[in-house]
């Protein structure tokens, strides 16, 4: 089974740009979570979804973070506009009630 | 509020030893998960293991093994006979709650092993 797929794999912005992450969940899975990874704050959850809804955004720092998930296999993070500062690794993970958390790729995001 | 410290930051060993990863939790739940995960050079994280706060059993897969004590809210886990591609960034993480497994992880800072030839 494929595990989680997320694009892009890399992507350079300028500041002030709009940045989309997508993120495809195992199939099957209920739960997807968006955490951020930089070297001064380690790895953090931003969000996550339960059945498409969102249950916790409480680490989404600020209102130029947005995340979606309009059906089951598709979940969108998106950054606007974009600033240096939010220059992270992106991973998205997805787990079924009781079970693990699996993590994608990550997206490696670079803000100029 | 749920904590984890790997107080280790990096360590180095010489391919063939053993060697300890410690991990300490707080929480105020009784019922919790563990995880460790790694993350390679590559950058992916990785699963290794999962462990609730009803399951103190010691666990041992290959070369890998873990030791949970909640006496002392330890989850340590010993790599014996290390090789080079045990090299990476090791995570350990907790979550809370009956559910815990799908709600959020708190992970620690990450311990990086490098094991040299």
């Known amino acids: 089974d494929a595990g989680v797929i997320q694009s892009p794999r890399h992507e350079v912005t300028e500041m002030g740009q709009e940045v989309t992450l997508r993120c495809k969940p195992i199939?099957?899975?209920?739960?997807l979570f968006w955490y951020r990874q930089t070297m001064m704050r380690g790895l953090e959850l931003l969000i996550y979804?339960?059945?498409?809804?969102?249950?916790?955004d409480s680490g989404m720092p600020e209102d130029r973070f947005s995340a979606k998930m309009p059906n089951a296999s598709f979940s969108t993070l998106k950054i606007q506009p974009s600033e240096p500062r939010d220059s992270a690794v992106y991973f998205c993970?997805?787990?079924?009630?009781?079970?693990?958390?699996?993590f994608g790729p990550g997206t490696r995001l670079l803000v100029l | 509020a749920q904590k984890v410290t790997q107080a280790q930051t990096e360590i180095s060993v010489v391919e063939k030893e053993d060697v300890t990863l410690d991990c300490v939790y707080e929480?105020?739940?009784?019922?919790?998960?563990l995880f460790w995960y790694k993350q390679p050079p590559s950058g992916e994280l990785v699963f290794l293991i999962r462990?609730?706060?009803?399951?103190?059993q010691n666990e041992i897969s290959g070369r890998y093994s873990w030791n949970f004590q909640k006496s002392t809210s330890s989850f340590n886990f010993t790599i014996t006979a290390s090789q080079v591609v045990d090299s990476a960034v090791y995570f350990c993480?907790?979550?809370?709650?009956?559910?815990?497994?799908?709600?959020?992880?708190?992970f620690g800072k990450g311990i990086t092993l490098s094991v040299r030839p």
């Open positions: 993970a997805s787990s079924s009630r009781g079970e693990t958390q699996y």
């Open positions: 199939s099957g899975h209920d739960y």
């Open positions: 979804f339960n059945n498409n809804v969102p249950i916790d």
């Open positions: 929480t105020r739940d009784t019922t919790y998960y």
């Open positions: 462990r609730n706060s009803f399951d103190e």
């Open positions: 993480a907790l979550s809370e709650g009956a559910t815990g497994a799908n709600s959020k992880l708190t």
